[in-house]
Every structure is written in structure tokens, then in C-alpha cells.
């Protein structure tokens, strides 16, 4: 069984996986919940380190008001990089 382009797994790490990954897509959620309550957008940043050949992910929440919540995308345009370069970027 594959899991991603370039993992294989057995069935219960595989199952394993899913599960962790549907549990934080549902607190994800919460956490959106709570904080629209409280009148505020969610952004949400993902960390990836390597550590001592060890992989570590990190899920950063940032509550923020609407006001500036509702501008966050045009801030991610100018930050991330073209397609075309992360093409020429690869290892």
C-alpha cells in the first residue's frame, strides 16, 4: 500500500496515518469555531524540520481579526514563489 507519491506502509500504519490526519483536520475546525466566536479568522502554518534525521510537524494557529484576516492572501502571493521556480529548486 502507497501512502503519499513515495511511502509504502502496511495497512496499519496506513490506517494509523488517516486517523491522525482526520483528527487534525477536525480540530482544525474546532479551533476555527472557537475563534469565529470570538469575532476572529484562523491561519494556519505548517513547519517541517528535520532533526537528527528525524522529521518533525509543527501546526501553528494564529488567531487574527477580519479586518486583517480577510487581506492574508494577497500576503501569501507576493511571499511564495513562483511554480516555475520551485521547479528549478528541486534537488
Same mark, same amino acid.
Given at each position: 500500500?502507497?501512502?503519499?507519491?513515495?511511502?509504502?506502509?502496511?495497512?496499519? &500504519?496506513?490506517?494509523?496515518?488517516?486517523?491522525?490526519?482526520?483528527?487534525?483536520?477536525?480540530?482544525?475546525?474546532?479551533?476555527?469555531?472557537?475563534?469565529?466566536?470570538?469575532?476572529?479568522?484562523?491561519?494556519?502554518?505548517?513547519?517541517?524540520?528535520?532533526?537528527?534525521?528525524?522529521?518533525?510537524?509543527? &501546526?501553528?494557529?494564529?488567531?487574527?481579526?477580519?479586518?486583517?484576516?480577510?487581506? &492574508?492572501?494577497?500576503?501569501?502571493?507576493?511571499?511564495?514563489?513562483?511554480?516555475?521556480?520551485?521547479?528549478?529548486?528541486?534537488?
Amino acid at each position: 500500500m502507497t501512502f503519499g507519491t513515495k511511502f509504502k506502509c502496511d495497512r496499519v &500504519i496506513f490506517l494509523t496515518l488517516l486517523s491522525l490526519m482526520l483528527n487534525t483536520q477536525n480540530f482544525m475546525k474546532c479551533l476555527m469555531q472557537m475563534f469565529a466566536e470570538a469575532d476572529k479568522g484562523v491561519v494556519f502554518f505548517e513547519t517541517v524540520l528535520s532533526l537528527s534525521k528525524q522529521k518533525h510537524t509543527f &501546526i501553528e494557529c494564529v488567531p487574527l481579526p477580519w479586518s486583517v484576516y480577510d487581506d &492574508i492572501p494577497a500576503y501569501f502571493k507576493v511571499i511564495l514563489p513562483s511554480p516555475s521556480c520551485l521547479a528549478a529548486n528541486e534537488k
